[in-house]
């Protein structure tokens, strides 16, 4: 088979139609290959095309890479955007994998809704893929290794060469004269794709010529038998799955067998687009986790992704960040304010056009717990401790120093989203008052009861 602009415009057809491709183009001999195809379809392609280059700021040569990418945009007339990276090594982490996650983030951050990321993986990748996760004792789902089409952020990520060879890619930079970037790193053993890829494959090709096409073929038939599986399961899912907060009930959970309570996590946190935890990870959550008494709230994280517990429900989330509880806002009367630490936004109405349009009497800031705090709640007639208040109201543990507090003059006149205090009534703006929170995250646990199985 030679591959052609034809068979990349077959590809596509056979994905659904997006708002527009998003080609991921480093300057390599593959990325080369898919931008250059892409462009000669022309008119033929279903959506309007772009490229996106990003500098991981790994290589000294990097910015002679940055000018290269931009000189093939130019010559094939597709619109560039360029984002370099200064990486940081993280402990217990390849530089290869926090590389890999810093590039899919700006990724996910430039993809426009609808849009399809279209990367240049190819049949010789998968294979290493398949190999690779084999040799990690991956399950079923790992050994699926690459896909031709998933969800990605707000769009879709699509690999339309998983079915050519790095030789017929070759082939056709050759015979179209195309000139790309060679990273010397590719050469470089010490990783284990590139030992796979210089040392193991050429070998096993040497006595199985076929072997990246049957080895691609085999992650092809365990992505089948993945999504048969995660098809049955997702049924079970369901049940267990708070339909508001998407937690899991762990008394459910805890109500099965271990092998199906790993296989139920695994398809949790990969619907919900987290990288899936190894088997060691997996095991902790369920020995730590839900095997935790329910008045504790433990946590276990990894690579992006972090599993808490609080009472009978289990809760999937990104990593907090740091906090610091100590700095204050001062609120002016505004309509909004912006929180820190990626808490979201306040909103303030009065019910007046143009926002509240005038500051409050007294001094009033936006502060957050520090301990020891006490409030009068409206309507209760006696004085509650802060913390009593927020496990009352079921603010999660790890939320609760999180949750804004509006003061005026050093008393809390407000706990944003939990309830109002008695300074509100010495206030005529505080009294008509009324302030939304938009947190990015859940901080207060469902009402719902999650079903069991």
Same mark, same amino acid.
């Given at each position: 088979?030679?591959?052609?602009?034809?068979?990349?415009? =077959?590809?596509?057809? &056979?994905?659904?139609?997006?708002?527009?491709?998003?080609?991921?183009? $480093?300057?390599?001999?593959?990325?080369?290959?898919l931008?250059?195809?892409?462009? *000669? @379809?022309?008119?033929?392609?279903?959506?309007? #095309?772009?490229?996106?280059?990003?500098?991981?700021?790994?290589?000294?040569?990097?910015?002679?890479?940055?000018?290269?990418?931009?000189?093939?945009?130019?010559?094939?007339?597709? %619109?560039?955007?360029?984002? $370099?990276?200064?990486?940081?090594?993280?402990?217990?982490?390849?530089?290869? !994998?926090?590389?890999?996650?810093?590039?899919?983030?700006?990724?996910?951050?430039?993809?426009?809704r609808?849009?399809?990321?279209?990367?240049?993986?190819?049949?010789?990748?998968?294979?290493?893929?398949?190999? @690779?996760? @084999?040799?990690?004792?991956?399950?079923?789902?790992?050994?699926?290794a690459?896909?031709?089409?998933?969800? /990605?952020?707000?769009?879709?990520?699509?690999?339309?060469?998983?079915?050519?060879?790095?030789?017929?890619?070759?082939?056709?930079?050759?015979? &179209?004269?195309?000139?790309?970037?060679?990273?010397?790193?590719?050469?470089?053993?010490?990783?284990?794709? !590139?030992?796979?890829?210089?040392?193991?494959?050429?070998?096993?090709?040497?006595?199985? %010529?076929?072997?990246?096409?049957?080895?691609?073929?085999?992650?092809?038939?365990?992505?089948?038998?993945?999504?048969?599986?995660?098809?049955?399961?997702?049924?079970?899912? =369901?049940?267990?799955?708070?339909?508001?907060?998407?937690?899991?009930?762990?008394?459910?959970?805890?109500?099965?067998?271990?092998?199906?309570?790993?296989?139920?996590?695994?398809?949790?946190?990969?619907?919900?687009?987290?990288?899936?935890?190894?088997?060691?990870?997996?095991?902790?959550?369920?020995?730590?986790?839900?095997?935790?008494?329910?008045?504790? !709230?433990?946590?276990?994280?990894?690579?992006?992704?972090?599993v808490?517990?609080?009472?009978?429900?289990?809760?999937?989330?990104?990593?907090? %960040?740091?906090?610091?509880?100590?700095p204050?806002?001062?609120?002016?009367?505004e309509?909004?304010?912006?929180?820190?630490?990626?808490?979201?936004?306040?909103q /303030?109405?009065?019910?007046?056009?143009?926002?509240?349009?005038?500051?409050?009497?007294?001094?009033?800031?936006?502060?957050?717990?520090?301990?020891g705090?006490?409030?009068? %709640?409206?309507?209760?007639?006696?004085s509650?401790? #802060?913390?009593?208040?927020l496990?009352?109201?079921?603010? /999660?543990?790890?939320?609760?120093?999180?949750?804004?507090?509006?003061?005026?003059?050093?008393?809390?006149?407000?706990v944003?989203?939990?309830?109002?205090?008695?300074?509100? #009534?010495?206030?005529?703006?505080?009294?008509?008052? !009324?302030?939304?929170?938009?947190?990015? *995250?859940?901080?207060?646990?469902?009402?719902?009861?999650?079903?069991?199985?």
């Amino acid at each position: 088979m030679s591959f052609s602009p034809d068979h990349l415009l =077959n590809s596509l057809r &056979n994905l659904s139609t997006p708002s527009g491709y998003l080609v991921g183009f $480093s300057g390599g001999m593959d990325s080369h290959v898919l931008l250059h195809a892409l462009a *000669q @379809l022309g008119d033929r392609l279903s959506a309007p #095309l772009r490229a996106i280059h990003i500098d991981h700021g790994l290589q000294a040569s990097s910015s002679d890479w940055h000018r290269h990418c931009e000189a093939v945009c130019r010559d094939l007339d597709i %619109p560039l955007v360029s984002f $370099s990276l200064e990486l940081k090594p993280i402990k217990g982490e390849s530089l290869e !994998n926090v590389a890999r996650q810093a590039r899919y983030g700006v990724l996910a951050e430039q993809i426009h809704r609808d849009e399809m990321l279209l990367t240049a993986h190819h049949q010789d990748d998968q294979a290493e893929t398949l190999l @690779l996760q @084999l040799l990690r004792g991956a399950g079923l789902s790992g050994l699926a290794a690459m896909p031709m089409l998933s969800p /990605f952020d707000k769009g879709m990520h699509a690999r339309p060469l998983l079915d050519v060879s790095r030789d017929e890619l070759l082939q056709y930079a050759t015979r &179209n004269h195309l000139q790309w970037i060679e990273d010397g790193s590719n050469q470089d053993t010490e990783f284990d794709r !590139n030992y796979l890829r210089h040392k193991v494959i050429p070998l096993l090709k040497s006595r199985w %010529p076929a072997t990246t096409r049957t080895l691609s073929r085999s992650a092809r038939h365990c992505a089948e038998a993945d999504q048969l599986i995660a098809g049955l399961l997702s049924e079970q899912l =369901n049940q267990i799955r708070g339909q508001q907060d998407g937690s899991l009930s762990i008394s459910a959970l805890n109500a099965l067998p271990t092998d199906q309570q790993g296989a139920l996590l695994r398809l949790w946190i990969g619907q919900a687009g987290f990288t899936l935890p190894s088997a060691a990870v997996l095991k902790r959550i369920i020995s730590e986790v839900l095997g935790a008494r329910p008045d504790r !709230n433990p946590l276990v994280t990894w690579s992006g992704a972090e599993v808490r517990r609080y009472r009978d429900a289990l809760y999937l989330m990104s990593p907090l %960040p740091a906090f610091d509880s100590v700095p204050s806002l001062v609120w002016r009367g505004e309509s909004e304010l912006m929180l820190p630490a990626g808490l979201g936004r306040l909103q /303030f109405h009065t019910g007046e056009e143009g926002g509240t349009g005038l500051a409050a009497s007294g001094v009033c800031r936006i502060t957050f717990r520090r301990g020891g705090e006490i409030c009068r %709640p409206l309507g209760r007639g006696q004085s509650k401790r #802060l913390k009593q208040l927020l496990q009352g109201a079921g603010v /999660f543990p790890w939320m609760r120093d999180r949750i804004p507090l509006l003061e005026i003059d050093g008393e809390i006149a407000e706990v944003i989203g939990v309830c109002r205090c008695e300074p509100v #009534l010495r206030d005529s703006l505080l009294r008509r008052l !009324n302030i939304t929170w938009d947190c990015p *995250q859940p901080w207060m646990g469902a009402t719902t009861v999650n079903k069991p199985v």
